[in-house]
């Protein structure tokens, strides 16, 4: 079972949803990336999973895949960078005023 949370700033517009699992895959017969969300048949063939990240000073939006691994933005190289899961009650990375806040939880 997968945990889903949206994330909204108090003071801009951003907003976002994350999942606690990420965005498992596999690789198909051509080396191709296929996800396999929950429920899915195809889970446990996952060899790895894409992590939706934030850079905290551009607000870039970007996957780091656990089987190649960035603790950097690829827009702007910047070392701070936050997993959408774990960003609640951080300062916003698009305004940089506002304070990110759980607005409500899914499950899937």
């Known amino acids: 079972m997968a945990a889903g949370v949206k994330v909204i700033c108090t003071e801009c517009d951003f907003t976002t949803e994350a999942w606690s699992d990420g965005n498992p895959y596999y690789l198909d017969e051509h080396g191709v990336k296929r996800y396999a969300y929950h429920p899915s048949s195809e889970a446990d063939l996952c060899v790895?999973?894409?992590?939706?990240?934030?850079?905290?000073?551009?607000?870039?939006?970007?996957?780091?895949?656990?089987?190649?691994?960035?603790?950097?933005?690829?827009?702007?190289?910047?070392?701070?960078?936050?997993?959408?899961?774990?960003?609640?009650?951080?300062?916003?990375?698009?305004?940089k005023s506002g304070e990110i806040v759980v607005s409500g939880s899914m499950i899937s």
């Open 48 to 95: 790895a999973v894409d992590t939706p990240y934030i850079c905290m000073k551009c607000a870039h939006e970007f996957n780091v895949d656990s089987a190649a691994p960035t603790r950097r933005c690829p827009e702007c190289n910047f070392g701070q960078i936050s997993s959408l899961w774990r960003l609640a009650g951080k300062t916003c990375p698009r305004c």
